[in-house]
Antibody, heavy 121, light 106 residues
Framework: EVKLVESGGDLVKPGRSLRLSCTAS????????MNWFRQAPGKGLEWVGF??????????EYAASVKGRFTISRDDSKSIAYLQMNSLKAEDTAVYFC????????????WGPGTLLTVSS | DIQMTQSPSSLSASVGDRVTITCRAS??????LNWYQQKPGKAPKLLIY???TLQSGVPSRFSGSGSGTYFSLTISSLQPEDSATYYC?????????FGQGTKLEI
């Protein structure tokens, strides 16, 4: 069974940093690109960014709203994807979800339950 | 960026009704269109991908159609458990944008 579990969400002050983790099981993690999405309270879904599989270069892309502040990485030996978030703003407050895709353009068939980040002083 | 516009934003219907939700894209992208169902406090669930392919395990009362810039999701006979918010999303290129959602009340 494919399973994705996000962790690391917390209450942090503006300007601080936080790292989220996405722990995967039930599939060959290294074969998949990993994406992060977020959903602000009561709002819609927003794509945050992805990291390709190492087979496809392991490169990353980000939404304009987080580019330069967020970094996605992966540890294939542990089946974990990370979302490092720096210079956090109140508007980053959201539930963060991770998902997997075998190739770019494919749909997101498996999602974690999400982890809540609250940015507030 | 491709803008996705869903309508209606909310909808009230009864058990057994047939409902259709539409999604318009600001530019054409073939059939890279997915539909998700989300219930409160839960992650989105993939219903339809590639505009019209039913995800495994999803009831056949859900169907999708369209290509280019106009897409629709139809639920043929509403069930109580279909109460949720529905989102369209394209995966043609980044950023992978979503429609604003349609809240369906049964």
């Amino acid at each position: 069974e494919v399973k994705l579990v996000e962790s690391g969400g917390d209450l942090v002050k503006p300007g601080r940093s936080l790292r989220l983790s996405c722990t995967a099981s039930g599939f060959t993690f290294g074969d998949y690109a990993m994406n992060w999405f977020r959903q602000a309270p009561g709002k819609g879904l927003e794509w945050v960014g992805f990291i390709k599989s190492k087979t496809h270069g392991g490169t990353t892309e980000y939404a304009a709203s987080v580019k330069g502040r967020f970094t996605i990485s992966r540890d294939d030996s542990k089946s974990i994807a990370y979302l490092q978030m720096n210079s956090l703003k109140a508007e980053d407050t959201a539930v963060y979800f991770c998902t997997r895709v075998p190739v770019l353009g494919a749909p997101f068939d498996s999602w974690g339950p999400g982890t809540l980040l609250t940015v507030s002083s | 960026d491709i803008q996705m516009t869903q309508s209606p934003s909310s909808l009230s219907a009864s058990v057994g009704d047939r409902v259709t939700i539409t999604c318009r894209a600001s530019q054409s992208f073939g059939r890279y269109l997915n539909w998700y169902q989300q219930k409160p406090g839960k992650a989105p669930k993939l219903l339809i991908y590639a505009a019209s392919t039913l995800q495994s395990g999803v009831p056949s009362r859900f169907s999708g159609s369209g290509s280019g810039t106009y897409f629709s999701l139809t639920i043929s006979s509403l069930q109580p458990e279909d109460s949720a918010t529905y989102y369209c999303q394209h995966t043609f290129n980044t950023p992978y944008t979503f429609g604003q959602g349609t809240k369906l009340e049964i």
